[in-house]
């Protein structure tokens, strides 16, 4: 029986491993991407140390993907963390786990990983095809493309859509694919920033002494949230943005979009317990001010003592129940979200019943999507890299079973080949 050819539309890391799967069961792949080169934004997650996943049990792996837990649950189940670390070893990439539980490459970069993976998708027969730009279908059902030789069409036996979400414009993932899918009666929930900055309003006088400032040691969570999350973030011009901010970002916009604000409690000193933190406060300070008794007592100086201004009215600093409160629980209110274009990744999506259970669309028999073009986010911490590869796989294993299914033509996907 022929093999079948495969598009794979999109060259991060979900569509890469979907070719993968794909080639490996014997399929003919062709990957299309926009840019001049694949895995762009893959490099650039790289840059300052690849966090390819995190070590943490699998049950409390899965509750971060929060109420998407079953079906990226059941994509881990078929590719989970450990599978990955096994991937990359066989790529001849060693990993570690990190003080934090995130796992990382040894050399701690993405881009000996990507050159060694599209060597191993080339000796696997994958056809990569650089500047090809999807525009849709034609009226015949083929797949169009525009390319610096003008426009083409395909005619591909199944296709993988994996093409971002709408938050690198710059590196490819803008979104476009919207219209196409619309036109086509495919359900799509709005995209939104996801691990993104927020929006707080700074007085000018803040602003400019503590701009580009970190916050470290710091534990915060939205309101009515528990338990805190400990970490740092950065002071912006504008507001708040890093990696604890991110861990909270899904909960703080859905506040937003709930009810036009949302309010975080930071613990500025979550190494000290409220006890300590009043008998410190409460000591006579003398002729000190309050930034010199703080400083000392307290080691609260910089932008964690310029916050705690910014945020208490003069009256707080008379009680000091009130201000050992708030050095314990600074309440902190947030007023949007910086753009989407500037997040790290996306909410929202492709809606899951638009898709059956093998990722397909179910009024365009034959296209499969994947990655974070599907409705579906996750914190940064190996979180969301670890979903768009184990969606990738999913994908390629639904569009297999559909093959031999549907039309007795597909590659032999008796087994579950995992890369």
């Known amino acids: 029986m022929p093999s079948s050819y495969i598009a794979v539309i999109g060259g991060g890391p979900a569509g890469l491993m979907a070719a993968e799967t794909l080639s490996r069961a014997g399929a003919q792949v062709q990957v299309y991407d926009a840019m001049p080169s694949v895995g762009r934004k893959f490099l650039l ?8 996943t995190h070590s943490e049990p699998a049950d409390r ?25 096994a991937w990359a070893h066989e790529l001849g990439v060693e990993t570690f786990v990190g003080s934090s539980g995130r ?4 050399e701690m970069k993405a881009a000996p990983m990507l050159r060694k993976w599209l060597h191993r998708l080339r000796v696997q027969g994958v056809e990569v095809h650089a500047r090809h730009v999807w525009k849709g279908w034609s009226d015949n059902g083929g797949i169009l493309f525009d390319t610096p ?21 710059r590196l490819g993932s803008d979104g476009a694919w919207q219209g196409p899918l619309a036109a086509r ?21 803040f602003q400019e002494r503590h701009a580009g400032q970190p916050l470290k040691s710091i534990a915060m969570a939205p309101r009515g949230e528990t338990p805190m999350r400990r970490g740092e973030c950065m002071v912006t011009s504008d ?13 703080l916009r859905e506040a937003l979009e709930r009810e036009g ?5 930071m613990d500025l000193l979550p190494d000290r317990d409220p006890d300590q933190v009043l008998a410190e406060v409460s000591r006579p300070r003398g002729s000190r001010s ?4 703080l400083a000392s007592r307290l080691g609260l100086q910089g932008a964690k003592a310029g916050l705690l201004r910014e945020c208490l009215d003069k009256s707080a600093y008379g009680s000091p129940n009130v201000l050992a409160r708030a050095i314990k629980c600074l309440p902190l209110r947030l007023t949007g979200t910086r753009p989407l274009d500037e997040a790290i990744s996306t909410a929202g999506g492709v809606a899951f019943d638009s898709l059956d259970a093998d990722l397909m669309l179910r009024d365009v028999p034959g296209v499969f999507c994947a990655g974070e073009m599907l409705d579906w986010e996750a914190p940064t911490g190996g979180y969301l890299l670890t979903a768009c590869f184990a969606s990738g796989h999913a994908a390629a294993q639904g569009a297999l079973r559909w093959l031999e299914a549907s039309r007795g033509v597909g590659p032999h996907a008796g087994s579950d080949p995992k890369p």
Not at 186 to 205: E, H, K, M, T, Y
Not at 239 to 251: F, K, N, T
Not at 290 to 293: A, F
Request: aromatic residues 12%; contains cysteine; glycine residues 12%.
């Open 45 to 52: 997650a790289g840059r300052g140390g690849l966090n390819l």
């Open 61 to 85: 792996f899965v509750s971060r993907y929060r109420e998407r837990s079953n079906e990226v649950g059941g994509w881990l189940r078929q590719f989970n963390a450990d599978d990955l670390r």
């Open 103 to 106: 796992v990382f490459p040894s």
């Open 149 to 169: 030789q003008g426009p083409i069409e395909s005619r591909p036996d199944a296709v993988i859509l994996a093409l971002g979400g709408a938050s690198w414009p």
């Open 185 to 205: 009666r495919v359900r799509i929930v709005p995209l939104r920033p996801a691990n993104c900055g927020f929006l707080a309003g700074w007085s000018p006088l």
């Open 239 to 251: 507001g708040l943005e890093g990696g604890l901010v991110y861990a909270w970002s899904a909960q």
């Open 261 to 265: 604000e949302a309010w975080l409690c």
């Open 290 to 293: 309050w930034s010199s008794h």
